[in-house]
């Protein structure tokens, strides 16, 4: 099963609007399409952004998506720190995608990201699904 790790710009996004890249690459995980993996500063993370109350997300939703995520993410504890990324705060990403093993970490700041670390390709949710659906078709 593919492995992927969502940054939190993309939890926001599908949150905030529907219909996008974001939220078909959250919904694939969160539906067990593909394995989710996360770590509980990621966790913690995704609660203290989806509950700032200028993004004006209602709490319940809020709430219930991280349920969601909670109940379907591959739960990993990073062990190797990592200081790769031009925002330090990102780092948390790339320690987990490591420790999982994931295929890809999905981020609409792919700018903040080497290109690729360790066996985590990073790339945009529309990138993201492209090769999802390459993959389905057999390219």
Partial sequence: MI???LDTNIVVSAMLRTGGFPEAALSLAVNRILQLCISEPILAEYQEVLNRSKLGIDPQ?????????????????????????????????LECAEAAEANFLVTGNTA????????????TPREFLEMILDTQRGK
């Fill in 112 to 123: 903040h990201f080497p290109d690729v670390w360790a066996k985590t390709t990073i790339v």
């Fill in 3 to 5: 492995r992927v790790v």
């Fill in 61 to 93: 939703k809020a709430a219930t998506a991280l349920a969601r995520i909670r109940e379907a993410g591959l739960l990993v504890s990073p062990c190797v720190p990592v200081k790769a990324c031009t925002d330090p705060d990102d780092n948390i990403f």
